[in-house]
């Protein structure tokens, strides 16, 4: 216990957990957004595209990650018109991953540059934590809620059906174009914490578990935002006494949260999930 | 008594539209006066919610000429505009895949008392905190109708309503039939309820996409 509380004087450790409790108050809503939106593929296609980004970023000289960011900003922005139809993302983001993958692959071969290095990003290395990374979460951390905040019915009409939002006066496509960019960056920012193969254990199951127990669109927001908290925080000094890599620790403690949840007794599921289930 | 119109003439003209290849609205034609109530009956599958839905722009393969307060939709500004102009009780109510209030269903319509106000006379006041999912067929029904109140009250010109009885019991279906016809708004509804077309001044059918007057 006494190291314990000697990591937690080192630097590396305070900004990595600072990051992590950053990440909790903007991803858990992101991953709201992408249950919403149903756009679950997308975050796959991101991670592949943020490793292009990266590839790039290691032939050019450029911060990889910052290269990541905005080649998923791009993508998400590139996927607005697609996003008018459940169908039309799925086949894309089949098409997007495996072009993504490929090119990363070739962008590292002619490059010369060792690609162990972009693969790491895959792992998440969340005690090399740069001030950047930091900055980024910080900057999603208020935009996020902001967001949030200010188009609230907005955001419940679009997210709840399509075309009501339409006839309602929201800028459907606007505010889908703007969700899908925060989607890209938050899953690029997300990145250096758990890993590209683990960032939903910051964005999509706080949300998962924060469905099963909330009734409104705010009251999913407060859930998956309060379920990011505890399980950054817990799953982090629990990956610390155990002297475990800090990813997987997180995954599994938001995935024990989120089956926890889904075990709750029936009459705390809300009806809307169970009818929504059988269309 | 006359009611006051502040409702908005509807022109289509040769409207077309297709579902995958296949027309279903074929060359459809229609002048409806500003304040005029307007029953559309046929068949299923005869493209009555088809045209219905291409008057809002929410099908894409639509062809001809379609006017509302004699202005065309072309660009993004338009369709915001017709979209305000018109109140819309679709028919497969929205069964979206996330929790909505039955307040801010009520309240997207743009004047979110009015409509409250109104749910509270069609007998669902008290589900506001309620979402939408968890109401019967009927309850949403008659919250989607005073949301449609309230669009009307916030500036709506026309009311398009695709089937809104389709679920309601005998009384709520004479209750509506009622409604709709004292309110001061150009009305195209579908439906296949005898109470709701007698109270409409002009009745059409379509059949295989084609439009017909019948009274």
Redesign the interface.
Known sequence: MTEFFELLELAAVQRAAFALLLGAVALPIIGVVI??L?IMPVRFAMMHIALLGIAVGLLTGLDPLLCAVVACGLSGAGLTPLARSRSGLSGAMGLLMSLAIAAALLVLSISGVNASAAFELLWGSILATKTGDVVLLGALAVLVPALFAWRR?QL??L???R???????V?V?RLTLVLLVLVAIAIAGAIRLTGALLVDALTLLPALAARRL????T??AVWAVGIGVVVNLAGFALALLLDQPPGPVLVLLAGAVALAAHFLPERRT????S??SS? | MLVETTGLPVRLAGVSCAHGGRTVVRDVSLDVAAGQRVALTGTNGSGKTTLLRAVLGLHAAARGVIEVGRREARTSADWTRRRREIAWIPQRQAAGRFPLLVDELLASGGAPERARAAAAELGVGELGRQPVHTLSGGQLQRAYLARALGCVEAGAGVLLADEPTAALDFEGQAAVAGLLAGLPVTVMVVTHDRAVVQRCERVFEMAAGALREIT
Do not use: F, K, R
Request: glycine content about 12%; proline content about 6%; hydrophobic content about 40%.
């Open positions: 249950i919403g149903d019915g419940a009409l997210l709840h059906d075309e009501l939002a339409a006839c309602s006066g800028p496509n909330a009734q409104s669109l009251g999913m809300p009806a809307w999930q009818a929504s269309h």
